[in-house]
């Protein structure tokens, strides 16, 4: 529950304290006195947005902290532990906004997200404001009160994000299955290239050693007839080169006398002739490779010319086409992978439609169920308000169940008959203005009595209200406050003398100044801030003695 509540610079308000006990706790005072100011404060650290206007004029910053006690609050607990936020059974919000406009929030002193604060806050406290009942008039509203009173909220919300996982899955499946007919031409271009590269089957270095064998047999008849003419003259000729040295070297070495210088041109005439012989040799070697087959040369070059036209389809050098093939292998591999991914983004959404329609068929089990339930509370409720005739129904229209809907399988509408014998209708169509705020109020009360936060919040609610009425609305909130604490802001003197602990609101200050004060009443001063509110300026006895009445018949 709320503990404390501490704010300073906001609005009139230069520093304000307050203390807050269990039970049901209200605010009067005059119009204008700033009894909203406390729970606009309240509002800032719970979440709400905020500009620089609310900084007290003069004020650098305004800087509002409300403490909460998490003992019975097992839910918030668990919030805060998963993010390491968690300091005992205490816990502080606090949010400072700057006079230039730069707001920041705190969570037990850590920075926090206004979003952290709101997800915390909704499990602290629930506020119900004047206007609910304009909010009522809404579909949307409406189901989410229905959920509330069901306690199905989270799974109004697992419900919704399965619907949202579902969605977006399958808008990626359905842009990716429109692109499968450009892949599938892509495959089979793929694969025919692929197939042809196959059939082509080149290999590393083919494309060099098949050039140089087309040299080799365009050329065989000039080769052979070189070396031939060059084999003669080494050797086989009928004059040739190894006869004419061994005629050198016969003539040299001839004779009784040798000149001393003339070995050494033996030797060299010796050499000349191993190697002219070694060259007849090679000589031989290459006449005897060398063949002319002319349909041999066919072939090579049909395979180069193969070769060479399948290298400029594709633009790139002949010695390349085996890398390519590699590349059109790894591209159809990878076609491949996407098919298979496509199979499995198929599998993942069904499993979500299934995970959807789960959640959804145990939500519209749990609405059905909280929709007799609360509308048997709300009439019990009205009738206490003088609509005793009021009929109300939480109508459950289904929608198409092919599809997956983001608040579930129906579409939740509050209709209402305030008139015996009178049909159904919306609630915009059939309440006045009165009726609106005492069904607002009775909705409030109902759903505020199973709400999981142990705070509730009335912000004059009981507008337009009085009479029996009032304190009948009085008795319902101090109903409510003995399992919940209750905050409540009223005008009515029947509502406020219900109250557990009563606080007044008001300005103090001259013209120059104002500021906003809060008093704990004494059992004394509630007299006479109840007198106030019956009597206006003008307090008489009789006005003291039924101020003493009220407060002593409290329910």
Not at 391 to 413: C, F, I, R, T
Not at 454 to 480: H, K, M, R, W, Y
Not at 490 to 513: L, M, P, Y
Request: aromatic share 4%; hydrophobic share 35%; with cysteine.
């Amino acid at each position: 529950m709320l503990t404390h509540l501490s704010i300073s610079n906001y609005a009139i308000t230069e520093s304000l304290e307050i203390e807050l006990e269990r039970g049901m706790t209200v605010l009067t005072g005059e119009t204008g006195a700033g009894k909203s100011i406390m729970l606009d404060a309240l509002g800032l650290t719970l979440g709400d947005r905020a500009d620089s206007s609310i900084v007290r004029q003069g004020a650098d910053r305004a800087d509002i902290h409300a403490t909460f006690d998490l003992s019975s609050i097992d839910q918030a607990k668990a919030w805060l532990s998963e993010r390491e936020l968690l300091d005992g059974d205490d816990c502080l919000l606090r949010r400072v906004i700057t006079s230039e406009g730069r707001s920041r929030g705190f969570i037990n002193g850590q920075p926090a997200t206004l979003q952290d604060l709101r997800e915390l806050g909704g499990l602290l406290i629930d506020i119900h404001s004047q206007h609910a009942h304009q909010s009522l008039l809404k579909k949307p509203y409406q189901r989410q009160l229905l959920d509330a009173f069901a306690q199905a909220s989270d799974l109004a919300e697992q419900t919704h994000q399965h619907y949202l996982d579902y969605q977006s899955l399958n808008k990626t499946l359905q842009r990716l299955e429109s692109q499968q007919a450009e892949q599938h031409a892509q495959e089979q271009l793929l694969r025919y290239q692929l197939e042809e590269l196959e059939r082509l089957n080149l290999q590393p270095g083919e494309v060099e050693e098949l050039e140089a064998l087309q040299g080799q047999l365009a050329n065989a008849e000039q080769i052979l007839s070189a070396n031939h003419h060059s084999l003669a003259l080494c050797k086989e000729g009928e004059v040739n080169a190894l006869g004419v040295i061994h005629q050198a070297l016969s003539s040299l070495q001839s004779g009784d006398y040798q000149h001393p210088s003339q070995n050494n041109a033996i030797q060299l005439l010796e050499t000349a002739k191993i190697q002219i012989d070694e060259a007849a040799r090679e000589l031989q070697q290459v006449i005897d490779a060398t063949e002319v087959d002319p349909e041999r040369l066919q072939q090579v070059e049909e395979r180069l010319d193969t070769i060479y036209q399948t290298a400029r389809k594709h633009r790139v050098a002949p010695e390349e086409l085996p890398r390519l093939m590699d590349e059109f292998a790894a591209q159809l591999e990878g076609l491949d992978a996407t098919d298979e991914k496509l199979d499995q983004l198929r599998t993942q959404r069904n499993q979500l439609w299934q995970s959807y329609r789960t959640a959804a068929d145990k939500l519209s089990e749990k609405r059905r169920k909280g929709a007799a339930t609360m509308k048997k509370e709300v009439e019990k409720q009205l009738a206490t308000l003088a609509m005793k005739h009021c009929k109300v129904e939480l109508a459950l229209n289904p929608l198409s169940s092919e599809d997956a809907h983001p608040y579930g399988q129906e579409e939740v509408e509050l209709l209402i008959s305030t008139n015996p014998g009178a049909p159904l209708g919306a609630l915009s169509k059939i309440a006045s203005g009165g009726e609106l705020s005492r069904i607002s109020l009775a909705i409030q009360v109902v759903t505020a009595q199973v709400a999981a936060v142990p705070t509730v919040v009335f912000d004059e609610i009981d507008v337009g209200i009085g009479g029996a009425t009032a304190e009948i609305v009085g008795q319902l909130l101090s109903t409510l406050g003995q399992r919940s604490q209750v905050l409540c802001v009223t005008h009515q003197a029947q509502v406020a003398s219900q109250g557990d602990h009563h606080i007044r609101v008001q300005k103090v200050g001259d013209n120059k100044q104002l500021r906003t004060e809060l008093t704990f009443l004494t059992q004394e001063e509630k007299i006479d801030e109840i007198a106030r509110m019956l009597g206006g300026i003008a307090i008489t006895e009789n006005t003291l003695a039924h101020a003493k009445e009220m407060l002593s018949t409290r329910h």
